[in-house]
């Protein structure tokens, strides 16, 4: 149980493109999701908070234009990297919380900007 | 502010040896303590969490944390380490469970060799 899936794996993009990752808790419902950015050998930083029905909680220092989070239905949010540049290359891990406890963590996605 | 501090970036240990990966923690509030681990190009794995139960915490894989207050430490500990226990492992605290953000560590690299 608590299965986590991020879509896709991996993508190349090129520069000025915009690529959509998706994060689906696939055998419960989460009303909260988050979404990290890992960068090489380093902990993973969070991004913003999503919450079903309501607009994404962003930390200090994320562009919410740039990171757009759209959490649509209970199983299912999706980060869409807008205009992406070369900077914007990392590990996007998203997570999901089936219970009050502890949050589940997708297996990442690696984008790589061209 | 809630902060974790993970003494060692890289653990190296022999085969059937004892693993200890220390983590400190600062909270103004009773923490919720999670340790996880990612092997290369994935996402992270629960190990084990303390939610303010039994401070001696068992996880999978054969690991355990104990959970010390007056230290404020939650150590990871496995008696005998395996070469498939090679990977990156994170401390994590949040205020209130999974709902709340987590705080990550900067991680360990836990290397296990022959």
């Known amino acids: 149980g608590a299965v986590v899936s991020q879509h896709p794996s991996r993508v190349i993009c090129k520069s000025g493109t915009s690529v959509k990752i998706e994060c689906r808790s696939l055998d419960f419902q989460a009303t909260t999701m988050f979404w990290y950015r890992q960068f090489p050998k380093k902990s993973l930083m969070l991004m913003a908070t999503?919450?079903?029905?309501?607009?994404?909680?962003?930390e200090q220092g994320v562009e919410k234009d740039k990171f757009l989070i759209n959490h649509a239905s209970l199983t299912l949010s999706t980060l869409t990297v807008t205009s992406a540049h070369p900077e914007d290359s990392s590990f996007y891990i998203c997570s999901a919380v089936p219970d009050i406890d502890t949050q589940y963590f997708g297996p990442g996605t690696r984008l790589t900007v061209l | 502010a809630q902060s974790v501090t993970q003494l060692g970036s890289h653990v190296s240990v022999s085969e059937g040896a004892l693993v200890l990966l220390r983590c400190n923690y600062s909270s103004s509030v009773p923490p919720y303590l999670f340790w996880y681990v990612q092997y290369p190009n994935q996402g992270l794995q629960l190990l084990l969490k303390?939610?303010?139960?039994?401070?001696l915490v068992k996880g999978i894989n054969g690991f355990e944390a104990e959970f010390k207050k007056s230290e404020t430490s939650f150590h990871l500990t496995k008696p005998s380490a395996h070469m498939s226990d090679a990977a990156e492992y994170f401390c994590?605290?949040?205020?209130?469970?999974?709902?709340?953000?987590?705080?990550f560590g900067a991680g360990t690299r836990l290397a296990v060799h022959p």
């Open positions: 994590a605290v949040s205020e209130a469970g999974g709902y709340n953000k987590l705080i």
């Open positions: 303390y939610t303010s139960a039994a401070t």
């Open positions: 999503s919450n079903e029905g309501s607009k994404a909680t962003y």
